[in-house]
């Protein structure tokens, strides 16, 4: 769970992501601590390690731009993590954000990906549920399928690491995704419940989400492994969609003419034609939208 010292928290994930051969310094035998010291972050920003230990435990949590462009140049951080620390220094609004409406993808997002019919095309919300999907979505993955929460089933259904052939190279870049997505503004109720229900249930998230990585990628390869067509590797790309509140379009396809492209159209095929997929068949999600709303 979030504490009121975000970018306290912040600062040590990242320089805990860093070691001294990363920063540049001499490496020694004797470390108690993982990653940087602080001692040695204040060192490479230029500031005193007082004033690096007031930032980091919340003495102060407004330093000046200059600062944090200093720090964020020490611990590496990209423009877009560079921007995330200016924004945790200098919150828009206090306030908790209203409960949202339900979210729904439109009926012109589900008539488009429907019209796919060699690529597997779903709909995510800004929590990671599914909204809407194309058949070749569903049969290539029931994870894939409209009401099931896709963090939840990458952590807690254990289908889902026989499915995934880089298991962790996937939940790391969904819990990135969901991290760059929130941005700072954490003052959301639905989320700090999905975190901490997640931080209780798996170790493996409760790691991650304290890493506050916030590179997820818009685009890459995902290895699968499908129970009827076997093993695929697929591109997927992320897509943000205008006019909403985090909704992004993922598509997954494959490399033309690959063997994986040949398992994907008999996969379709399949779909096409309404036949069962085993993988549907033996699916039972672990905690639905609708299921886990009803348990509120």
């Known amino acids: 769970m979030e504490s009121g010292n975000r970018l306290g928290e912040y600062l040590r994930a990242r320089r805990e992501t860093l ?29 005193s390690t007082d004033e690096y230990l ?72 800004r929590l990671m549920d599914v909204l809407a999907a194309n058949p070749l ?19 807690l259904d254990p289908t889902v690491r026989e499915f995934n052939r880089d298991w962790e190279g996937m939940v790391g870049r969904i819990v990135a995704g969901l991290r760059a997505l929130v941005g700072p503004e954490f003052e959301d109720q639905e989320l700090t ?7 209780v249930r798996s170790a493996e998230f409760r790691a991650l989400w304290a890493r506050h990585d916030l590179r997820p990628k818009g685009s890459g390869i995902t290895l699968l492994q499908h129970p009827i ?46 036949q069962p997929v085993e993988s549907k068949r033996q699916y039972r999600a672990p905690v639905s939208i609708d299921s886990k709303r009803r348990q509120q």
Not at 138 to 155: D, E, H, I
Not at 193 to 199: F, H, I, R, W
């Open 229 to 274: 067509v076997g093993p695929l590797d697929l591109r997927f790309e992320k897509l943000a969609i205008a006019g909403t509140e985090g909704q992004t379009l993922v598509i997954l396809h494959a490399e033309p003419g690959s063997v994986s492209e040949g398992g994907l159209r008999r996969l379709a095929a399949i779909a096409a034609n309404d």
């Open 54 to 125: 007031r930032i980091e435990q919340g003495s102060d949590r407004h330093p000046s731009g200059q600062v944090l462009d200093r720090l964020a140049k020490a611990l590496q951080l990209d423009d877009d993590e560079t921007a995330h620390v200016h924004s945790l220094a200098r919150p828009t609004s206090g306030r908790r954000r209203a409960a949202p409406a339900p979210e729904t993808a439109s009926a012109s997002m589900q008539n488009l990906i429907d019209s796919w019919t060699d690529q597997a095309a779903f709909v995510r919300g």
């Open 137 to 155: 979505a569903s049969a290539l993955s029931p994870v894939f399928s409209p009401g099931v929460n896709g963090l939840r089933a990458a952590f």
């Open 19 to 47: 070691t001294p051969e990363d920063a540049g310094l001499p490496q020694t035998n004797r470390r108690r601590v993982q990653g940087l010291r602080r001692d040695e972050t204040a060192t490479l920003a230029g500031i």
């Open 193 to 199: 419940q999905l975190v901490g229900e997640l931080s």
